[in-house]
């Protein structure tokens, strides 16, 4: 079985927890666009849902497919949000934010009653650090800001590059208009006080650690899908 395979098995076992009628999240990335594609399927044959995408790219994909799309604010409360990740931990910590749709994936995730976290098997880890920790700043002061994560860093021990991520010529640009520092941190020991301080930095919009989010992922190997959590 191939990667996109294995991205394939995850969405399928998503999909079952996917009820006629759910007001649903639908996050962005890889594997989350094998879902929409499976959805977009069950609503040709007449499956009702309604979405929440939590990215532009996600929108147009699910616009292109057929998958019927409202407004977090005309949806506010939401059954479901079915998501991949670029990394989860055995407690279902999870870094996210490699597409950098991480801020409109924790709103979507948090105004949603579940999370289930769609990924193939090489995102399993022991302790999340490995993937860069991606972190959604706001463009004015990005200096101050990156001085200021780089100091709560040395305090949680954590070394190892902070960059502003690019994209083609410049820097990349989030749907919000924000940047990202991508922080090679390696290991973070204490994740959730991590989370909680970088919350605390003022130029800081969100970060990618989603802690207490997510109760159940579908981790897709050879072998098929199992579940983390329940
Ligand atoms: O957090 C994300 C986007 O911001 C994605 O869910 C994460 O990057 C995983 O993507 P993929 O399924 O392509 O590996």
Same mark, same amino acid.
């Given at each position: 079985?191939?990667?996109?395979?294995?991205?394939?098995?995850?969405?399928?076992?998503?999909?079952?927890?996917?009820?006629?009628?759910?007001?649903?999240? %639908?996050?962005?990335?890889?594997?989350?666009?094998? /879902? +929409?594609?499976?959805?977009?399927?069950?609503?040709?044959?007449? *499956?009702?849902?309604?979405?929440?995408?939590?990215?532009?790219?996600?929108?147009? =994909?699910? +616009?292109?497919?057929?998958?019927? =799309?409202?407004? =977090?604010?005309?949806?506010?409360?939401?059954?479901?949000?079915?998501?991949?990740?670029?990394? #989860?931990?055995?407690?279902?910590?999870?870094?996210?934010?490699?597409?950098?749709?991480?801020?409109?994936?924790?709103?979507?995730?948090?105004?949603?009653?579940?999370?289930?976290?769609?990924?193939?098997?090489?995102?399993?880890?022991?302790? =999340?650090?490995?993937?860069?920790?991606?972190?959604?700043?706001?463009? *004015?002061?990005?200096?101050?800001?990156? %001085?200021? #994560?780089?100091?709560?860093?040395?305090?949680?021990?954590?070394?190892?590059?902070?960059?502003?991520?690019?994209?083609?010529?410049?820097? /990349?640009?989030?749907? $919000?208009?924000?940047?990202?520092?991508?922080?090679? /941190?390696?290991?973070?020991?204490?994740?959730?006080?991590?989370?909680?301080?970088?919350?605390?930095?003022?130029?800081?919009?969100?970060?990618?650690?989603? %802690?207490?989010?997510?109760?159940?992922?579908?981790?897709? $190997?050879?072998?098929?899908?199992?579940?983390? $959590?329940?």
């Amino acid at each position: 079985m191939d990667a996109r395979q294995m991205k394939i098995k995850a969405a399928e076992a998503a999909l079952e927890y996917v009820e006629d009628g759910m007001r649903l999240g %639908i996050g962005t990335g890889s594997t989350a666009e094998e /879902f +929409v594609r499976l959805l977009a399927e069950k609503v040709a044959g007449g *499956f009702r849902i309604q979405g929440v995408p939590t990215s532009e790219r996600t929108a147009r =994909l699910c +616009v292109e497919l057929g998958v019927p =799309l409202k407004s =977090l604010d005309e949806l506010p409360e939401l059954d479901l949000t079915i998501d991949g990740a670029d990394e #989860v931990d055995p407690q279902l910590r999870l870094i996210k934010g490699g597409g950098g749709a991480l801020l409109r994936e924790k709103i979507v995730a948090t105004a949603s009653s579940r999370m289930i976290v769609i990924a193939d098997e090489t995102k399993v880890v022991d302790m =999340l650090g490995a993937f860069k920790l991606p972190i959604e700043v706001n463009s *004015f002061g990005l200096v101050a800001t990156r %001085i200021a #994560v780089d100091k709560l860093a040395a305090r949680h021990g954590l070394t190892g590059d902070i960059s502003v991520r690019a994209s083609g010529d410049g820097p /990349f640009r989030t749907d $919000g208009g924000h940047l990202i520092l991508d922080a090679s /941190f390696g290991r973070i020991p204490d994740a959730d006080a991590l989370a909680r301080d970088l919350n605390a930095i003022a130029g800081v919009v969100e970060h990618g650690l989603f %802690i207490g989010i997510a109760s159940l992922a579908i981790i897709a $190997g050879p072998d098929g899908a199992r579940k983390l $959590g329940a």
